[in-house]
């Protein structure tokens, strides 16, 4: 499986920006895939994902309403439409896939069940 981020960049608060991850090597509606991030001096946190079962999304509540997760299967990407940015949303954002059926049901935004990970791609909001 591999995952790769683009989209990230530097955006003024209230500002937008869509990340998108070309991912290879997984089976159609066999998983569950998201984004999360990780700012500078704390852990890595999920922000949205979805599961290919049931095409269900997932948001943490800091970015509900203001985030949308899409996949878009003919293209085998995934993308995160961000709106409404704000400072607090600066950090490293990544792709991650899991392929175990408890994820794949569950939607979960624990990283830590997430198997596979994309290189990451930062993003800057400035106020």
């Known amino acids: 499986v591999q995952l790769v981020e683009s989209g990230g960049g530097l955006v003024q608060a209230g500002g937008s920006l869509r990340l998108s991850c070309a991912h290879s090597g997984l089976v159609f509606d066999d998983y569950a895939i998201g984004w999360f991030r990780q700012a500078p001096g704390k852990e890595r946190e999920g922000v949205a994902c979805i599961t290919t079962s049931d095409g269900a999304a997932h948001y943490s509540d800091s970015v509900r309403g203001r985030f949308s997760i899409s996949t878009d299967n003919a293209k085998n990407t995934l993308y995160l439409q961000m709106n409404s940015l704000k400072p607090e949303d600066t950090a490293i954002y990544y792709c991650?896939?899991?392929?175990?059926?408890?994820?794949?049901?569950?939607?979960?935004?624990?990283?830590?069940?997430?198997?596979?990970w994309g290189q990451g791609t930062q993003v800057t909001v400035s106020s």
């Open positions: 991650a896939a899991d392929t175990t059926i408890a994820t794949m049901f569950s939607g979960t935004l624990e990283p830590r069940v997430y198997d596979y």
